[in-house]
């Protein structure tokens, strides 16, 4: 087998995600940049390509069926497997703070559809491309927000309705995956990269991305007898 190992990162053209696919295109990772926009994704790929980085597009919008489909189909033409697949592609609500009694169900849909359906799509479409690989690593990226113990426990902010149940039903079912998962060589876990200053929280954060994304690297190229079915912070474990 080849040392060669291809990643794919799921909104990679900006933020978080981004330095994520820097970090492990400078670890050596030959890294498909997931992104819905034609002219971002172009941008994202040459950039990281002056900084060294041996990157291609993948057009990806983690919404759509059919683009999934075909960003699997494009993975395994190029590639014939998958090593590494962070899903770090997330949205908030279009309303902020997205406070339970105003959410609508359309927002809390729209919400879901791309932070945990989204992550469901993409994970099932590469899985046959990660089962070929010699040591297949998933990264769901979640959030502190999501941890129920936390969210009792600390003041997090304005309650919400929309993106903080969504990362803790990301959390719910990576747990699933795992479980599922648990006889074979793939090992999954979740992220939570902080507070981060992207276009997200309107560069509220108060880390950077290249911190931000130092987790999702370390998850994404565990030794064998790392840890799988866990959730972690630069810290170490997060609380469910
Ligand atoms: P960001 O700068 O807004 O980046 C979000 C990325 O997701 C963008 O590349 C965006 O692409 C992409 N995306 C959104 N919907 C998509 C779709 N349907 N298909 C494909 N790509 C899509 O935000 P970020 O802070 O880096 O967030 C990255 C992840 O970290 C998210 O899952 C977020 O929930 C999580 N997170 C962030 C923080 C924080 O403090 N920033 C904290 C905890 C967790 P476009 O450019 O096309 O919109």
Redesign the pocket.
Known sequence: MSDTTYALV????????FEIAAGLGALGHIVGV????DQ?REDAVAKLRAAGVDAFGVP????DDASVTAAAALIEGRAGRLDVLVN????IAGIWPDSPTAVTPAILQSVID??VL?VVRVTNAMLPLLRRSAHPRIVN???HLGSLTLTVQQDFGPASGAYTPSKTFLNALTVQYAKELNDTNIKINIS?????A????GFQ?TST?TD?AQIAIKLATLPDDGPTGGMFDADGIVPW
Request: aromatic share 2%; charged share 15%; with cysteine.
């Open positions: 799921t909104g990679a053209n900006k933020g978080i995600g997931g992104a819905r926009n971002r990806l919008d983690v919404t770090n592609a997330g949205v791309t932070n989204g990226q979640s959030s939570c990269p902080g507070y981060v992207t276009d997200l929280n954060g991305p931000g």
